[in-house]
């Protein structure tokens, strides 16, 4: 069974630029989580999709931070525009309430370093 | 709100010892309880997930436990190894399945 599958690893942008990181989930997971890590901390969530709908976006920065499931399979998470403080690895996991009662499965992440 | 804490933040030890490390919770009332394990640079692996209603899971050298009414868990590392030198991080699925996590303790196993 294929893992969860992250893009890009690493990218290294200016404060005030764009990015968006694309994650694709272990095939028939419904539920998607999209994390930030920041370094020495835990992961906190940032998002959590139920096939394409959003469950919990309580602690996701709306007025930079965005991100969509749209046909319920691969998600995207974008930041416009970056801060400094957006430096952090951020985690994608799925999980499959059913079979596994949540238990959740993490991709490799994607370490953003803004300066 | 669910708090998850991790105590120690780090640990030595030489190669052959026990692990122990522990994990508290403000708020009893969870779903169940994930240790993962993090290398450097990399994601999280699950290591064992128990459930509510379980008082301990078991792999190979591991074993958690669970005391819900006290808001605590332990992973036990039997005759730990240089491999074991990792961050083990403990995440609470409350009831009303939101997820929080500890910050972690960072092992090091001495050769």
């Known amino acids: 069974e294929a893992g969860v599958a992250q893009s890009p690893r690493y990218k290294i942008i200016e404060k005030r630029q764009s990015v968006a990181f694309w994650c694709n989930p272990i095939?028939?997971?419904?539920?998607l989580y999209w994390y930030q890590q920041i370094l020495g901390q835990g992961p906190k969530l940032l998002i959590q999709?139920?096939?394409?709908?959003?469950?919990?976006d309580s602690q996701l920065p709306k007025d930079r931070f965005s991100a969509e499931r749209l046909k319920g399979v691969d998600s995207t998470l974008k930041i416009q525009p970056a801060k400094l403080e957006d430096s952090a690895v951020y985690l994608c996991?799925?999980?499959?309430?059913?079979?596994?009662?949540?238990?959740?499965?993490f991709g490799p992440g994607t370490r953003l370093t803004v300066t | 709100k669910q708090e998850v804490t991790q105590i120690p933040a780090a640990l030595s030890v030489p190669e052959g010892e026990n692990l122990v490390l522990n994990c508290s919770f403000t708020?009893?009332?969870?779903?169940?309880l994930q240790w993962f394990r993090q290398d450097p640079g990399k994601g999280l692996t699950s290591l064992l997930l128990?459930?509510?209603?379980?008082r301990e899971q078991t792999s190979g050298r591991l074993n958690a436990s669970l005391d819900k009414s006290s808001g605590r868990s332990t992973l036990y590392i039997a005759a730990s190894q240089p491999g074991d030198s990792a961050t083990y991080l403990c995440?609470?699925?409350?009831?009303?399945?939101?997820?929080?996590f500890g910050a972690g303790t960072t092992v090091t196993v001495r050769a």
């Open positions: 996991a799925s999980s499959d309430r059913i079979l596994a009662f949540y238990e959740q499965y």
């Open positions: 095939s028939g997971h419904a539920t």
């Open positions: 999709f139920q096939n394409n709908g959003v469950v919990d």
């Open positions: 708020d009893s009332a969870i779903y169940n």
């Open positions: 128990i459930q509510s209603s379980q």
């Open positions: 995440a609470v699925r409350s009831n009303d399945y939101k997820l929080s």
